[in-house]
């Protein structure tokens, strides 16, 4: 795109209707915010993805389960959120073994309950502003179109005073409200694609938490018996 074009698109955002331009400077706000929130999310998940494996090597390499625990309770602010489950859990049997619980079935579901507890937590952080990608990626476009209607209507209501109407009477309005409609296209297609692509990982990382506390009870029950 070379320079002349950008002044171009420029002078038609300068000469737009006041409401076309609150359009536009609603999406380019929404735009941004959309951008920082993918980064962010970006940024969350990965980690989480890194902490979890880091995790399950440690925990299915056969060390101690005590040494495991300290090490979580001992580094709670970099921990991921297997860890963090693993704390619940392990801190719940150890309690109930404290108490001397002889009800095998009683205490794991016990540990259960304080595991999914921890685990609900942690995948509703991982899902939070989320639902904020979806509502750009579905909005967007539409409120875009509105600028475009309402810019439309006001070139045309122009001709009213014209005698002659003509192509390039009215094209440079309507070029002025299209730029409403590239603009919450651009908000709305990476918002969509990241709110797919985040929402997928967010579901992988949530099985395999469910997958853990499934086979970290079983292991529990075991030494119950």
């Given amino acids: 795109m070379n320079v002349a074009t950008d002044i171009a698109i420029i002078d038609l955002i300068a000469q737009a209707s006041l409401i076309v331009k609150l359009v536009?400077?609603?999406l380019a706000y929404v735009s941004v915010m959309s951008w920082y929130w993918i980064f962010r999310k970006w940024f969350q998940l990965r980690d989480a993805r890194k902490k979890t494996d880091q995790f399950e090597r440690?925990?299915?390499?056969?060390?101690?389960?005590?040494?495991?625990?300290?090490?979580?309770?001992?580094?709670?602010?970099?921990?991921?959120?297997?860890e963090r489950i693993f704390e619940a859990?392990?801190?719940?049997?150890?309690?109930l073994r404290?108490?001397?619980?002889?009800?095998?079935?009683?205490?794991?579901?016990?540990?259960r309950r304080a595991m999914r507890a921890t685990c609900q937590r942690e995948v509703d952080d991982l899902d939070a502003h989320l639902s904020f990608l979806a509502s750009v990626g579905s909005v967007s476009p539409?409120?875009?179109?509105?600028?475009t209607v309402w810019g439309i209507m006001n070139s045309f209501r122009g001709l009213a005073n014209m005698t002659t109407a003509t192509l390039?009477?009215?094209?440079?309005?309507?070029?002025?409200?299209?730029?409403?409609?590239?603009?919450g296209l651009?908000?709305?297609?990476?918002?969509?694609?990241?709110?797919?692509?985040?929402?997928?990982?967010?579901?992988?990382?949530?099985v395999r938490l469910e997958s853990?506390?499934?086979?970290?009870?079983?292991i529990l029950q075991r030494q119950l018996k």
């Fill in 89 to 95: 859990g392990f801190r719940e049997f150890t309690k």
């Fill in 58 to 82: 440690d925990f299915w390499s056969g060390g101690d389960l005590n040494v495991l625990y300290q090490n979580a309770v001992n580094d709670r602010l970099h921990s991921g959120a297997l």
């Fill in 186 to 206: 651009f908000a709305a297609i990476p918002a969509v694609v990241a709110y797919n692509r985040f929402a997928h990982d967010v579901d992988r990382i949530s």
């Fill in 98 to 111: 404290g108490q001397g619980a002889r009800d095998s079935a009683t205490a794991i579901d016990g540990v």
């Fill in 168 to 183: 390039s009477a009215v094209a440079p309005g309507i070029a002025e409200a299209l730029v409403a409609t590239a603009i």
């Fill in 212 to 218: 853990f506390m499934e086979e970290f009870s079983n």
């Fill in 24 to 26: 536009m400077a609603l």
């Fill in 142 to 147: 539409y409120v875009g179109l509105f600028g």
